[in-house]
């Protein structure tokens, strides 16, 4: 049984340009929400999706965007990218508000 | 808002020392409570949980015990391994946007020499 998997593992993008991340759920979970970890920072909640649809969300600019699909993985969207988005982001999922696991993330560097 | 105070780092200990990492919360009502641990490379790993007050979480040897009077959930082990190197994050569940976030402290970064 695969656990949550996201990708790609690590990505350098340039200021202002646009990024998307991509998560799949444990099997048999159906929400997802991203956290952003900054470099020796416990992880931020950024937001949460279930029934494709934004459940909640937290202290994060429009900027981030995000997605889930009918098969209940996601996509996080970070536009015009700044120095300070540079972290790692994490993808969790969950059987609804249950325990959630977490995936390995995906390290991403603005340059 | 809900928060989460725990001991900053590093921390480097000998194998066999024992373990101690504070965290503190601050929450409405009596949100469940974590122990995560971050390898190097790696994401999140449940450590430990505990649900209501009173609870003990424990798991690899690690254990830690919900506190409502002090609202605190330290961290222990009796004898730390090098394999327990690692960051370890206190965490509790957030439901008041309606459904669970997790809100974490800052990480405690801990090297076990041997």
């Known amino acids: 049984d695969a656990g949550v998997t996201q990708s790609p593992t690590h990505l350098i993008k340039t200021r202002g340009q646009q990024v998307t991340l991509r998560c799949s759920p444990k099997s048999g979970h159906d929400t997802v929400s991203w956290y952003q970890q900054a470099l020796g920072q416990g992880p931020q909640f950024i937001f949460q999706?279930?029934?494709?649809?934004?459940?909640q969300r937290g202290n994060f600019p429009d900027r981030f965007s995000g997605h889930q699909f009918p098969n209940y993985s996601s996509e996080l969207n970070v536009n015009a990218l700044l120095l300070g988005d540079s972290a790692l982001y994490l993808c969790?999922?969950?059987?609804?508000?249950?325990?959630?696991?977490f995936g390995p993330g995906t390290r991403l560097t603005v340059t | 808002g809900n928060s989460v105070t725990q001991m900053e780092g590093p921390v480097t200990l000998s194998e066999e020392a024992f373990l101690t990492i504070n965290c503190t919360y601050t929450?409405?009502?009596?949100?469940?409570l974590f122990w995560y641990v971050q390898y190097p490379g790696e994401g999140l790993q449940l450590l430990l949980k505990?649900?209501?007050?009173?609870d003990k979480g424990s798991n690899k040897g690690f254990e830690a015990t919900y506190r409502k009077e002090t609202t605190s959930f330290h961290l222990e082990k009796g004898s730390v391994q090098v394999s327990d190197s690692a960051v370890y994050f206190c965490?509790?569940?957030?439901?008041?946007?309606?459904?669970?976030?997790?809100?974490f402290g800052k990480g405690m970064k801990l090297t076990v020499n041997p």
């Open positions: 965490a509790l569940s957030d439901l008041s946007g309606g459904s669970e976030k997790l809100v």
């Open positions: 505990a649900t209501k007050a009173d």
């Open positions: 929450a409405t009502g009596y949100p469940s």
């Open positions: 969790a999922s969950s059987l609804f508000a249950y325990e959630q696991y």
């Open positions: 999706y279930y029934e494709e649809e934004e459940r």
